[in-house]
């Protein structure tokens, strides 16, 4: 705790106006040594990366741990997988198949919108957020994921209705004082280059990009920090 301390200079201190918090832990040991100590309590982190990246597992292991081992309730919200999918991965990675459905547990929200809807041109996030604000009040969320976001910018060809609920989204969450991993998925080429994910990445106050690189016959793994907000970076 003290090294964690040492590289986090402005643990506690006002940042832009906002006063930091203690760091969320993700629970995954190596990367809240990298975090020093977490994710930034009440901030949103932007998780890019291409297939098979650990986006979705890096999220919901962030949400099971949450709820497992710190007492904070957790919602995944999912535009590509359903729910049923998703719990389906639980015993396979040894996470407690009871995160789901116990309290504080790990709550789910199926985010895939109907096909009619997206051919009618229909844009609107407004209903799912108060289907996720109500859930947030009744089981007491502290902790969000929202898993393939790229997945909504992809319902609409109008650059100003994405800004627009995109903005709306991450208002949401940082009025709701909630600790929020959003996962992108792009190609392998794209990780790292100008993406029409660019306005979340600018507007959340982190971001991390996942790449995978093959080195001769081996796959290297990487994690890069970009910013993140009231962590010391």
């Not at 890019?48 to 962030?62: E, H, I, N, R, S």
Request: aromatic share 6%; glycine share 14%; with cysteine.
């Amino acid at each position: 705790a003290a090294a964690l301390r040492e590289g986090c200079a402005s643990c506690g201190e006002l940042e832009n106006g906002r006063a930091t918090k203690i760091p969320a832990p993700s629970g995954i040991a190596g990367l809240d040594l990298i975090l020093f100590g977490g994710f930034p309590a009440g901030r949103t982190t932007i998780v890019v990366g291409g297939p098979g990246g650990g986006k979705t597992v890096l999220a919901t292991q962030f949400l099971v741990n949450g709820a497992s081992r710190f007492g904070e309730p957790g919602l995944m919200i999912s535009f590509e997988e359903a729910p049923s999918a998703l719990k389906a991965n639980f015993p396979s990675l040894a996470w407690p198949t009871d995160a789901g459905t116990g309290e504080p547990g790990v709550h789910f929200v199926d985010g895939r919108m109907p096909e009619d809807m997206i051919h009618a041109g229909s844009f609107d996030l407004g209903g799912l957020i108060a289907i996720a604000s109500s859930i947030v009040k009744k089981y007491g969320i502290r902790r969000v994921a929202i898993d393939g976001i790229d997945a909504l910018f992809a319902l609409s060809e109008q650059p100003s209705e994405r800004r627009r609920e995109i903005l709306r989204l991450l208002s949401w969450l940082t009025e709701s004082e909630l600790t929020a991993l959003l996962t992108v998925k792009v190609s392998e080429g794209e990780v790292g280059q100008p993406g029409y994910y660019d306005l979340a990445e600018y507007a959340a106050d982190g971001v991390i990009r996942l790449k995978n690189t093959m080195v001769g016959e081996l796959l290297r793994r990487t994690l890069t920090v970009v910013k993140l907000r009231g962590a010391g970076y």
